[in-house]
């Protein structure tokens, strides 16, 4: 203490209220322990914006498309738009019109200044607009762990940052081209408004994200709602916000679509309708287990997701008990209202026949932050009882918990978006080989095509694969299916005609029902994409010992997860998991046979 201090108190207090003293000093000491306990060191904004930015770019270039739907209902659709061809689903088919093409023009606009500004081929496009997913989902999760300060205090939103980082669930769904993804980056913005007390921000969070994205991520402004309307009792405010928020959404949604479409479309509201009452809605594409999403759970945030499950009713215990310091500044939100929105999707999504992994995607960050909050608790416990002394934050006397937990917890993560990386990104890498063997054309390199030539790449099995057709060198590059041991409905070409996306397009279904007309016989193809493994079948032999007819040229390593070991391929041991993991081929065929010279009168005449 000062020596004024002292002074003050001897002149306030004489030497016969030793008692009233020593109660101003305990009262000091007091203020001292909860000073120290409320302030710790925490990253600045900036640096947790560059550091999340320098993650999700890496995941920009590094992850998979682990989706098909992302390759055929969102990246499809788009490449229509700038370049006037490519794959249309059933669900851009006006008869049905469930995905809506204002979300894509979101894509189109940033992809369109690469292109027309920069003169960007089409695979420096695709990255792009991964760079601009990877920029928009750290913008937002940086503004969600600075309202996580306010809500839980620095030491949560320290750990919830470390966490962001490593996490392999959004080194996954951070840069992917999905609307849950985009819902995912809207409700962590939604609800850093919410514990910045914002609320304006939250309701408009939550509309973006429901409407622009993911109708069902409305329900994760349930808590929102409940605490604007009940608690606090503005319900005014709640109204007004809502129906501003749905209007400006909305007007320019609806006419988006209704000018693609042809016709009045509500998207969000087919989407919902299909899903809930369709005949046999999305069930058609197949069922899980119960135990799928605990097992995805733990494959993208491994330890995290243990505590992320517990991390309400431990709460609740530890502050009706200890009176749990868990909590920041600004806390007016009660704890289980903040946590409850992970717990509502679960019980939303974990009762579903229909799995996805991409279903979760828009409550990741919020199984980061319960993850975050159940750590801190257990430190906390940690020192109520091992630590006789409460003058300093008790995080100090645990930090040795929290660093070997979140060395371990980041250890695992890292190897398995390793995993990931080294055993499935091949499609990606084979088809960027061949993209960029035929740009590099000059004399003395010879590419098996050149790229105005009209060439069918073919895929059998491997359809799901396909990356997009941002991965054909040009538009005389067309993808073409050959009959596979799968029978269910393949996507087909957008029509040449003028105005293709108002057209009802022939031969297809919702029912998921296999379209014959999808298929051309193997002899129209000029290059075939296959993976090279042991188990075959008539309709999907292995192409590449076929050596009479075809050759090899391009050929990257692909995990065969039938012959390896469950743990060591889903995450990468170094030394250990190439001694219990099996790889083969993801080979691009060249046909051998003689194809028929297309005469390019343009190209021979400037000569």
Request: aromatic share 18%.
């Amino acid at each position: 203490m000062a020596n004024t201090d002292k002074f003050e108190m001897r002149q306030r207090f004489p030497k016969s209220d030793k008692g009233l003293r020593k109660s101003l000093k305990e009262d000091r000491t007091s203020l001292k322990a909860s000073m120290a306990e409320r302030f710790c060191w925490y990253p600045k904004a900036s640096v947790v914006f560059n550091v999340l930015l320098s993650a999700r770019i890496s995941a920009a270039f590094l992850s998979n498309i682990s989706d098909c739907d992302e390759t055929f209902n969102y990246w499809e659709p788009t490449h229509y738009l700038m370049y006037g061809n490519g794959f249309q689903t059933w669900e851009y088919s006006p008869v049905y019109a469930i995905r809506s093409y204002a979300y894509l023009l979101l894509h189109v606009i940033p992809a369109e200044v690469m292109r027309n500004i920069f003169n960007a081929n089409k695979l420096v496009v695709f990255y792009y607009v991964r760079f601009i997913l990877g920029v928009f989902s750290a913008a937002c999760e940086t503004y969600f762990y600075k309202a996580v300060v306010v809500q839980f205090g620095e030491h949560v939103a320290r750990v919830l940052f470390v966490i962001l980082i490593f996490n392999t669930g959004m080194f996954i769904s951070s840069t992917a081209f999905l609307p849950s993804s985009f819902a995912m980056c809207a409700c962590t913005l939604a609800f850093g408004g919410w514990f910045n007390q914002n609320f304006p921000l939250a309701i408009f969070g939550i509309a973006l994200g429901a409407l622009v994205g993911w109708p069902f991520c409305a329900v994760l402004g349930l808590p929102i709602a409940y605490d604007i309307i009940i608690r606090r009792r503005r319900l005014w405010l709640f109204v007004e916000w809502s129906v501003g928020c749905f209007a400006a959404i909305m007007i320019p949604l609806v006419a988006v679509d209704t000018h693609y479409y042809g016709k009045q479309v509500i998207a969000p509201l087919n989407i919902v309708l299909y899903n809930i009452f369709g005949q046999g809605g999305p069930d058609l594409y197949g069922v899980e287990p119960w135990t799928f999403y605990f097992l995805n759970g733990f494959l993208n945030f491994n330890l995290v997701f243990v505590l992320a499950l517990v991390s309400l009713p431990l709460y609740i215990l530890v502050d009706l008990f200890l009176g749990s310091k868990t909590k920041g500044s600004g806390f007016s939100i009660p704890a289980w209202l903040a946590l409850s929105p992970m717990y509502i999707w679960f019980l939303v999504f974990f009762t579903r026949p229909h799995k996805e992994e991409r279903f979760l995607f828009p409550v990741y960050p919020f199984i980061c932050l319960a993850g975050s909050v159940t750590l801190s608790l257990v430190q906390e416990m940690y020192h109520r009882i091992f630590t006789s002394t409460n003058k300093k934050h008790f995080s100090i006397s645990s930090n040795w918990l929290a660093c070997t937990f979140l060395i371990v917890f980041s250890s695992l993560s890292v190897s398995r978006s390793r995993a990931l990386y080294l055993g499935y990104h091949a499609p990606l890498d084979v088809y960027a080989d061949l993209f960029n063997d035929v740009l590099q054309e000059d004399e003395g390199h010879y590419p098996p095509f050149k790229i105005d030539d009209q060439v069918n790449v073919c895929v059998g099995k491997e359809w799901y694969r396909f990356p997009s057709s941002f991965f054909l060198p040009s538009d005389t590059w067309n993808l073409q299916f050959i009959k596979s041991d799968f029978a269910g409905q393949l996507p087909q070409q957008y029509s040449k005609e003028p105005g293709a996306t108002k057209l009802i397009p022939s031969y297809m279904n919702d029912r998921n029902l296999e379209e014959p007309s999808r298929y051309v016989n193997i002899s129209q193809c000029d290059l075939l994409v296959d993976l090279a493994v042991n188990s075959t079948s008539p309709k999907e032999p292995n192409f590449s010992l076929h050596s009479k007819h075809w050759d090899i040229i391009y050929s990257k390593r692909f995990l065969d997860a039938s012959r390896s070991s469950s743990f060591y391929r889903a995450f990468n041991i170094p030394f250990l998991s190439e001694k219990y993991t099996e790889f083969v081929s993801y080979n691009i065929l060249k046909t051998k046979r003689k194809r028929k010279k297309i005469r390019n009168l343009n190209r021979d005449n400037f000569r």
